[in-house]
């Protein structure tokens, strides 16, 4: 059974009177039958100590263990990784973020490897297909490769090679955004002990240690960076 | 993106961070809403077990949920109305048996406890009361007052948080309070006090 009806119907406002969630239409309606009604300032005075009560009841409570925050997380993670990319949990997926994320998996740690290794096929067959002339003998003797392949004049410049491994807590748009924002790309890894080989095209003289400086400000995903020598 | 100080955005940005799978951003929500939305099932559930167990159902439906956001509510509204419907989920599944658990007096014994050694003991014993106190209300009652007396939300966010009409709200509010009075004097808190 409940219990009595409310004697004004302003006696149902104070717990928002109390909590300053009233409209002021509401709050000015409460004021004004405060002003006469004892019954209702009698209930006002209860609700403000049951409020106080109710607070400081719940706030001493004990909160949630830190397990169910690493259990959260450990879910979410994993689910981020396996999901397929254009259907993760929790992204939108407009046609123009399907095209985007589409070209980018292209660039994507898990393609790097087997991309270079194909590069490096490909070159190779150029690479004979040129020095070997037109009846396509390559064999000892035929000169260096530098000076028969490439038209004299034009520079080789090799890709500035700098070593890294990443935070464990780096994510993987993070690395990308950040490579690719410095002009690279990821040409391996990660290797057994987690390090990426990155590829820059230099620029300047110097660009291999302000490319280096630029890798190790990123002190929230870098963990270490080193100028790989050919 | 680590470099973001997560505590300075506004709910509504926190969430709109969280959308494109950005861990560290939901991290950063689930710190900040992890405790409300524990109390808030503690109160409805009076276990903490089953409670920490919700809590971790809650966030993983937040989480799946981020696009469905329209900005319509309030952040916490919305939360807190995940959080019911997985609160109700959770309690059609178990039996009133199984949901002894730990008294709430108990749990707070356990309370972080300030300067004062005798105010201590007699905000803690009021607390324990307090707590005893709701423990024995209905469930919709105690739901309704933890939703206006200690997250003080508006009489029109209860009413869309619980689907029902804002005069519901307000004589359920006043029902509850008046009910909780009575626990409260039952228990040996004098008529002065309350």
Known sequence: MEPEQPIHTEATLLPGYVSHTLTPDERQEVDHHLQSCAACQQELQEIKIMHTAIKTAIEKRPGPSPAAFAKVMSRIHQETQTAPKDIRIGTETSWLESIERSVRSLFEVRWAPALASLLIVGQAVILLAVLGGPDGQVGPGSGPIIERGVPQGTPVIPLIKIQVTFVETAQEIHIRRLVQGL????????????????GFEPKETDSSESILSALNAHTDLINTAAYLHP | MSSTNWQDLTDSDLLKACVPNNEEAFAALYQRYEKRVFQYLMTIMNEATLAEETLVEVMLAIWKSLQTFQGQSKVSTWIFGIAHHKAVDALRKITSQQRGGTPLDDIVET????????????????????????????????????????????????????????????????????????????????????
């Open chain 2, 111 to 194: 309370a972080e406890s300030g300067h004062n050694p005798l105010e201590d003991a007699q905000q803690n014993r009021m607390a324990a009361l307090t707590n005893q106190a709701i423990t024995t209300l209905s469930p919709d009652h105690r739901e309704i007052l933890h939703m206006a007396f200690y997250e003080e939300l508006s009489y029109p966010e209860i009413a869309e948080l619980l689907h029902i009409p804002v005069n519901t709200v307000k004589t359920r509010v006043y029902y509850a309070k008046q009910q909780l009075k009575k626990n409260l004097q039952h228990q040996g808190v004098t008529k002065e006090i309350m």
């Open chain 1, 183 to 198: 002009g690279g790309q990821i040409i391996s890894g990660p290797t057994s002990e987690g390090l990426y080989t990155l």
